[in-house]
């Protein structure tokens, strides 16, 4: 009715007691929130299924393949890399220190022997002698190219340069007082000599042994010995991979041959068989280097210069006139150790064409031994004259020439083999640094081609 107004609304009351928690709204994982299995558990997901099982033996094979291939070519380069530092650098070195020593013997030998002959020296000594100077002043300036200034023979070729001078300044000196028939010439030629076999022949001797640490670092890196067996190894074991998938590949699809990893297999053999030949053939020359020619010349070379020491030596006790002095038990000590020497060489040379060389050598050293011996009797008997008469006389000349040329012609005929055998060591390695990463490739290609094939049947 009009008039009457409606009653207010009133809220309801609210029980008593905590107020209700708020309603919790779920939000569904984005799936970037979504975390995914580490490598691990895929690879073990991959391990549960053929196909997958298939993919981590393709995965294995590619992998073997590629290491192998680099490791090729690695072992190769290593190989070429020594063998070329033999050849160009290590067996020269080892040439030239030998020339340096043997000359610097032969012109202390010659120089004593025309000072013997008083006066006027004879013409072909003279030309001897200056020729065996003009020879070790060439080596030492060839060794100084081949050798660091820091390293033992640096140190050797500095220490030749700057006595080779002073030692001809004395033989100088020695033969200008010699012809004026001065007693001073006898001193000078004492002190030229000391210096020769004390200090320049030390260190060309010093010189050799560098060059001969050097010729056994480059034979040790050339055969790189680790590498080859790291590849052996790789090479064993990928083709044993090639071999038990085609094996599992044929129980599993009922096909005898999957041909492109029987075609992977025959590369692998391949890659193998060649490695094999070219490094068996590199070592083989590698040996016959070592044995028959840095071995053997370094002997002959240390033979050749104990000779040369004997002839000065006794030069040398006839020049003192002091009957058995220290120049004689000096050269009674070289024949000793020449005697050691000689019996190492023989082993060394035996079966070679330097064998006949170095027994023509004791021979003649035997017949050189026995005209000492008559000279030092006539020179204890107070001939003199007799004495120089007979050691530089034409029959004893003759007898120790044909004992230098002996043992110079088997130093030849090893130095022959040193330099030829370095030579063609390398050979092959150059085309082996190539063809094995090829070759590996060329298996990583075919394993994916022949498993690949098997995975599209699944799909």
């Known amino acids: 009715m009009s008039g009457v107004t409606a009653p207010a609304r009133t809220a309801p009351a609210r029980p008593a007691g905590p107020a209700p928690a708020p309603a919790t709204v779920v939000v569904a994982p984005t799936p970037a929130a979504v975390k995914r299995p580490g490598p691990f558990r895929r690879l073990a997901a991959l391990r549960r299924t053929t196909p997958g099982r298939l993919r981590l033996r393709l995965i294995a094979l590619v992998t073997v393949a590629l290491l192998t291939g680099l490791v090729a ?49 004879p013409a072909d000594l003279t030309r001897r002698y200056e020729a065996d100077l ?79 640490v050097e010729v ?58 060649t490695t094999l030949t070219v490094l068996t053939i590199q070592r083989d020359h590698l040996h016959n280097a070592d044995e028959g020619g840095s071995q053997p010349v370094a002997l002959l070379a240390q033979a050749r210069i104990l000779v040369l020491n004997e002839r000065s030596y006794e030069a040398l006790t006839l020049v003192g006139r002091a009957g058995d002095d220290d120049n004689e038990t000096q050269f009674k000590d070289t024949v000793q150790k020449l005697a050691g020497v000689l019996d190492e060489t023989e082993r060394s040379v035996q079966g070679t064409r330097a064998e006949e060389s170095l027994e023509s050598a004791q021979e003649y050293h035997q017949q050189y031994l026995a005209a000492h011996k008559e000279v030092r009797a006539l020179d204890d008997q107070a001939d003199y004259a007799g004495a120089v008469k ?70």
Request: no cysteine.
């Open 73 to 121: 070519g690695i072992t190769a380069a290593s190989a070429g890399s020594g063998t070329d530092d033999l050849g160009e650098r290590a067996q020269p070195l080892l040439v030239e220190a030998e020339t340096v020593w043997t000359a610097l013997a032969d012109a202390d030998t010659t120089a004593t022997q025309a000072f013997l002959a008083g006066g006027l020296e």
């Open 134 to 212: 003009d020879r070790a002043a060439q080596a030492v300036a060839s060794a100084s190219r081949l050798s660091p200034e820091t390293s033992e023979a640096g140190q050797a070729v500095r220490e030749l340069s700057i006595g080779l001078p002073q030692y001809t300044a004395l033989i100088a000196s020695a033969r200008a007082n010699n012809r004026q028939g001065l007693p001073l010439g006898a001193s000078y030629l004492s002190s030229a000599s000391e210096l020769n076999r004390v200090t320049l022949q030390p260190q060309a001797e010093a010189l050799l042994h560098a060059a001969q």
């Open 216 to 273: 056994d670092g480059s034979y040790s890196s050339a055969r790189s010995s680790l590498w080859s067996a790291l590849l052996s190894v790789l090479l064993i074991v990928l083709l044993a991979m090639l071999l038990i998938t085609q094996v599992q590949l044929s129980a599993r699809t009922r096909r005898t041959f999957n041909v492109p990893l029987l075609a992977a297999t025959v590369v692998t053999a391949l890659l193998g068989l």
């Open 390 to 459: 007979l050691a530089i006389g034409t029959e004893t000349t003759r007898t120790f020439q044909r004992l230098s040329d002996s043992l110079s012609k088997a130093l030849e005929d090893r130095k022959d083999v040193f330099t030829h055998e370095s030579s063609v060591a390398g050979r092959g390695l150059g085309l082996l640094t190539v063809l094995g990463p090829a070759l590996a490739l060329a298996v990583a290609a075919l394993s994916v081609a022949g498993l690949r094939a098997r995975l599209e049947e699944y799909r």
